[in-house]
């Protein structure tokens, strides 16, 4: 075995033997001087022992195995918090009127209600129940009789200043974000917040600027990995990155994190160099 400078002595695995290089224990200790009066040791394995490190092998197939199962585990886990979410405010819908009936139910058959009064139970019958309001209301709005209910429902509102303002600009947005405005494309790339930076935003709408004529165009940008927030921003159409996008897939990488985005990403158009 090679002596290196400051190595004080070469001890075996076994107790009272010298090192030999076919040493079945296959690995030793070095103890070396690097400091004065100050010993370091080591412990070095013989390579020709092809069972030198197979302690080590335990070890390396827990981590292993569990970065495996964490990076299984992980995409389930986050589409479960978005589920979770997402069914808990239906649920929440529904929920005050679960706990009317349980209560009337009370008056009746105490011992009945009191039963029902389980926290799955009622979660599961408050999320049922909202989205068989959900159905029927999506069914009496294609009606004819319906679209003049929800006609009137909308002149109600239109009477209240701060419901109008809240209900009249969500309900404008949905419409705005199902229909693309003409001749312009819906999902496009923004430079924000500097340029060489790039977000997806929606066009919401397209309008002109007095004195130039340029066409302005309103753009949502959404927030990551919740695109119920985000920024208003209104961009010089000939400014924006056109794509082919989808609803659905530009939802998908902005949820995702970017993790679910198209194979392609549209080249931004030639802008004019910033003044110093």
């Known amino acids: 075995m090679p002596a290196f400078a400051g190595m004080t002595g070469v001890e075996g695995c076994c107790s009272g033997r010298a090192f030999d290089r076919n040493d079945d224990c296959g690995k030793v200790t070095l103890r070396w001087n690097l400091v004065p009066g100050r010993s370091t040791t080591a412990l070095a394995y013989n390579a020709d022992d092809p069972t030198a490190t197979d302690h080590f092998m335990p070890r390396l197939r827990f981590k292993r195995y569990l970065l495996t199962g964490l990076l299984t585990f992980l995409p389930l886990w986050v589409t479960w918090l978005v589920f979770k979410f997402v069914l808990g405010l239906l649920a929440g819908i529904g929920a005050p009127l679960v706990a009317g009936l349980l209560n009337g139910?009370?008056?009746?058959?105490?011992?009945?209600?009191?039963?029902?009064?389980?926290?799955?139970?009622?979660?599961?019958?408050?999320?049922?129940?909202?989205?068989?309001?959900?159905?029927?209301?999506?069914?009496?709005?294609?009606?004819?009789?319906?679209?003049?209910?929800?006609?009137?429902?909308?002149?109600?509102?239109?009477?209240?200043?701060?419901?109008?303002?809240?209900?009249?600009?969500?309900?404008?947005?949905?419409?705005?974000?199902?229909?693309?405005?003409?001749?312009?494309?819906?999902?496009?790339?923004?430079?924000?917040?500097?340029?060489?930076?790039?977000?997806?935003?929606?066009?919401?709408?397209?309008?002109?600027?007095?004195?130039?004529?340029?066409?302005?165009?309103?753009?949502?940008?959404?927030?990551?990995p919740n695109p119920t927030g985000g920024y208003l921003e209104v961009?010089?159409?000939?400014?924006?990155?056109?794509?082919?996008?989808?609803?659905?897939?530009?939802?998908?990488?902005i949820i995702s994190g970017g993790a679910v985005a198209p194979d392609t990403l549209p080249a931004s158009p030639r802008l004019p160099a910033e003044n110093p």
Request: charged share 15%; net charge positive.
């Open 105 to 224: 139910l009370a008056l009746v058959a105490p011992h009945t209600a009191e039963s029902l009064k389980v926290e799955w139970l009622v979660f599961i019958l408050a999320l049922l129940i909202t989205l068989v309001a959900l159905y029927l209301l999506g069914f009496v709005a294609n009606r004819v009789i319906g679209q003049r209910f929800l006609n009137g429902f909308d002149a109600l509102l239109a009477r209240i200043p701060l419901v109008q303002t809240i209900y009249g600009g969500t309900k404008k947005l949905m419409a705005v974000l199902q229909n693309k405005p003409s001749g312009v494309q819906r999902v496009v790339l923004v430079e924000f917040p500097r340029r060489g930076m790039k977000v997806v935003g929606f066009v919401t709408r397209v309008m002109i600027e007095e004195g130039s004529g340029r066409e302005m165009a309103a753009v949502f940008i959404p927030t990551t």
């Open 235 to 253: 961009v010089p159409l000939d400014e924006l990155t056109p794509t082919d996008w989808t609803m659905d897939q530009a939802m998908a990488f």
